[in-house]
C-alpha cells in the first residue's frame, strides 16, 4: 500500500521533513515515488507547504496519510 508520511532530511538537532509518497513496506528513508510537501517545524510560525491537488490525486489512487501527514493536511485546509 503507498503511504504519504514525512522523510526526515536537514542537520542534527535541526530537522526538515519532506513530505512523500512511498509504500508502506520500505524504510522512511527508501526511494519515494512523488515528493508532495515540506515542513519546517523550526520556524516561527512552522512553515508548512503541501500541494493538496497532489494529495487528493494520490488518495484516489489509494494512497494513505500517516496520522502526522493527516493533521498537516487538516491545518493547511483550514489555513486557505
Known amino acids: 500500500m503507498l503511504m504519504i508520511r514525512m522523510r526526515r532530511g536537514g542537520a542534527k538537532h535541526n530537522p526538515i ?3 512523500v509518497v512511498s ?9 519515494y515515488l512523488d515528493q508532495v510537501g515540506f515542513y519546517n517545524p523550526h520556524t516561527d510560525p512552522p ?5 493538496l ?6 488518495q484516489e489512487k489509494g ?3 500517516s ?3 493527516q493533521s498537516l493536511v487538516r491545518r493547511m485546509q483550514t489555513q486557505q
Not at 491537488?53 to 494520490?58: D, L, N, R, S
Open 23 to 31: 509504500d508502506s513496506r520500505t524504510r522512511p528513508t527508501s526511494k
Open 47 to 51: 512553515e508548512i507547504r503541501i500541494d
Open 17 to 19: 521533513y519532506r513530505i
Open 53 to 58: 491537488a497532489k494529495v487528493e490525486q494520490w
Open 67 to 69: 496520522d502526522t501527514v
Open 63 to 65: 494512497a494513505g496519510l
